[in-house]
């Protein structure tokens, strides 16, 4: 099986904050790589694909990049909006989410 | 716009089944090229995913609960479901469906979009 980490698990940021988190894999999963942000009490939403493609309508603050077992989600100015939960899911072989990075207002 | 919508019991007792439904609207799953997954979320932890359906039927699963689960299609009233058996206190959890998105050329991978809004279901004697 792929075991996921993120780091951080949590973290504290201030609107206009450039966050960055990191996802690694326990293998090579190439670019098979998705990124989601869940808000409390709804469904997970699609941010990110294949490492580094932006899913449509999702804003361009949102940047993926990364390949092999080392991933890294952007956000380059923190918006209200972004307070949420962050994913990362491999596809590589079946499908496994990581524990999740939480933002907050700091 | 496609959208997907999850119902069923929100309290199942221990060692019965939990069955749920997604119905799909916006969207054929007959004519679709993509697979149409279920994923989970216990109370303040993390997703993981149950498994996936074709429109054909073709289905796969998560090894680590193969031996309970079950998902169907219904083509006819553009649904699939999810039988799990078998449910302890640790099946609880929020049950999303999902479009399960199949790569497409050149494109690595596959992925989960758009999301039911979820269900909880309680499993409580």
């Known amino acids: 099986d792929i075991q996921m980490t993120q780091s951080p698990s949590s973290l504290s940021a201030s609107v206009g904050d450039r966050v960055t988190i990191t996802c690694r894999t326990s293998?090579?999963?190439?670019?098979?790589l998705n990124w989601y942000q869940q808000k409390p009490g709804k469904a997970p939403k699609l941010l990110i694909y294949?490492?580094?493609s932006l899913q449509s309508g999702v804003p361009s603050r949102f940047s993926g990049s990364g390949s092999g077992t080392d991933f890294t989600l952007t956000i380059s100015s923190l918006q209200p909006e972004d307070f949420a939960t962050y994913y990362c899911?491999?596809?590589?072989?079946?499908?496994?989410f990581g524990p999740g990075t939480k933002v907050d207002i700091k | 716009q496609l959208q997907l919508q999850e119902s069923g019991p929100g309290l199942v007792k221990p060692s019965e089944t939990l069955s749920l439904t997604c119905t799909v609207s916006?969207?054929?799953?007959?004519?679709?090229?993509?697979?149409w997954g279920w994923i989970r979320q216990p109370p303040g932890k993390g997703l993981e995913w149950i498994g996936s359906?074709?429109?054909?039927?073709?289905?796969y699963y998560n090894p680590s609960l193969k031996s309970r689960v079950t998902i169907s299609v219904d083509t006819s009233k553009n649904h699939f479901s999810l039988r799990l058996t078998s449910v302890t206190a640790t099946d609880t959890a929020v049950y999303y469906c999902?479009?399960?998105?199949?790569?497409?050329?050149?494109?690595?991978?596959?992925?989960?979009?758009?999301w039911g809004q979820g269900t909880l279901v309680t499993v409580s004697s």
């Open positions: 999902a479009r399960h998105v199949l790569a497409v050329a050149g494109t690595p991978g596959e992925w989960f979009d758009p």
């Open positions: 916006g969207g054929s799953i007959s004519s679709s090229s993509d697979y």
């Open positions: 359906i074709y429109n054909s039927g073709r289905t």
């Open positions: 293998q090579s999963i190439s670019s098979y």
């Open positions: 294949a490492a580094s």
């Open positions: 899911q491999q596809s590589y072989s079946s499908f496994t």
